[in-house]
């Protein structure tokens, strides 16, 4: 970070009075991160998955590259399914011609805890695991981490009470398949040959079940018959979410296991010795896998706030809220899951504008700048949440131009 303590001359003004980099995996004394018990996860440097202790930040590694991706911040979640690395009978009672053992091969977490499921040679029936769950009415997401022994097709299903949808996967190519009607599906790269296999559904609610299917090709419907050849596979990790999209693995045991949101911010001097109330610029990066992830939210913890919130498949919304009244409200950009993005926010009286991947918007000249005491990380005082990565935060003492918006946000 760089915080010069002299007068910034014309030269010296595109240097910003806070830096943080958050992809060097070090915190900042400043900032505060919080999250209750150690049930959180993140990738490590090695490329593994391990827990990490409560309010400690979650700095999270690409399990393929081994590069930081920068602190990850989440909304509170529960990983539903018990028993979450094991698919013996004691958690997936039904196993329909295939056979599991349990322990078998090194898994995403670098310990040798891995389950190899192998089908039959029964001609012309379903092969599978089944364990039942009854659905709320509500938003899930499904996922389990593959890995291709000798079998290559994988379904997810979840049957609600009312409809069965399912998504196909291929463990040797790492594509998404066949996937039913008003079903939401993807695959993302894990490491040393596992796959996270994801698929969300808006149940109707009621006693159903979910499923582990092998195929023996990209089959569409359900369900899925084949010979099977005795060909396997390793699975590690289920878990199932009431929301929308995936987040980071809950491991569970013998009971459901939440957890917590990373409430990440800076105060008091902390915050005060570095921000300007008459104008500044915030810039930053992140990525997110949700339709509200708050970027960065400066507030009073009330009705004064200088925010920025990305979604998904839409935009990046930078607001300024002053008195309960938002005085500027601007939209741009386009969001990717998953894909980082920049963005900056610029604020002076009647005098703002925003930036998002090198587009600024038309500056807003009747802007009333709000009382500041606080800047939240990833989260606003709602408690939305980012649900995604920040990787870097700076702060310059002044409006920048709209040109230097643009620069900085490219």
Request: proline fraction near 2%; charged fraction near 15%.
């Amino acid at each position: 970070m760089i915080t010069p303590a002299f007068a910034l001359t014309a030269t010296e003004r595109v240097l910003p009075r806070l830096a943080l980099d958050f992809t060097t995996a070090v915190t900042d004394s400043r900032v505060t991160t919080t999250r209750a018990l150690n049930t959180a996860t993140r990738v490590n440097s090695s490329g593994y998955i391990e827990t990490v202790n409560a309010d400690l930040a979650r700095y999270d590694f690409d399990p393929v590259t081994k590069i930081c991706l920068g602190q990850l911040i989440e909304e509170s979640r529960a990983n539903l399914l018990t028993g979450s690395n094991d698919f013996s009978a004691t958690y997936w009672p039904v196993a329909t011609n295939s056979t599991v053992v349990t322990d078998n091969a090194t898994s995403p977490d670098g310990t040798v805890n891995a389950d190899k499921i192998t089908d039959n040679t029964t001609a012309g029936v379903q092969h599978r695991l089944y364990r039942d769950y009854t659905f709320a009415a509500s938003a899930y997401t499904l996922s389990v981490y593959l890995k291709r022994d000798t079998h290559t097709w994988a379904r997810l299903l979840i049957f609600d009470g009312t409809t069965t949808r399912y998504a196909n996967y291929n463990l040797a190519t790492g594509l998404v398949g066949g996937t039913s009607a008003s079903t939401t599906s993807s695959i993302k790269n894990a490491g040393n040959g596992y796959y996270r296999c994801t698929m969300n559904i808006t149940a109707a609610g009621g006693a159903g079940n979910v499923q582990l299917v092998m195929l023996d090709s990209d089959t569409v419907g359900s369900p899925a018959l084949y010979t099977g050849t005795g060909t396997s596979f390793w699975a590690y990790g289920a878990q199932l979410e009431a929301g929308a999209f995936p987040t980071s693995y809950i491991p569970t045991t013998s009971t459901s296991l939440t957890r917590n949101a990373d409430v990440v911010y800076m105060s008091g001097t902390n915050f005060s010795d570095w921000y300007n109330a008459s104008e500044g610029t915030f810039v930053s990066v992140a990525d997110t896998l949700s339709t509200t992830g708050h970027i960065i939210s400066a507030d009073n913890g009330v009705n004064e706030r200088i925010f920025q919130v990305a979604a998904v498949g839409g935009s990046v919304t930078s607001n300024i809220v002053s008195g309960g009244t938002n005085t500027f409200a601007q939209s741009l950009g386009s969001i990717t899951s998953g894909t980082s993005f920049k963005t900056a926010i610029a604020y002076k009286a009647n005098n703002a504008n925003s930036a998002v991947n090198a587009v600024a918007g038309t500056a807003d000249t009747t802007v009333t700048i709000p009382t500041i005491i606080q800047l939240r990380i990833g989260t606003n005082a709602g408690g939305v949440y980012l649900n995604g990565h920040v990787s870097s935060l700076r702060y310059f003492p002044m409006r920048l131009t709209n040109a230097e918006l643009q620069a900085f946000s490219k």
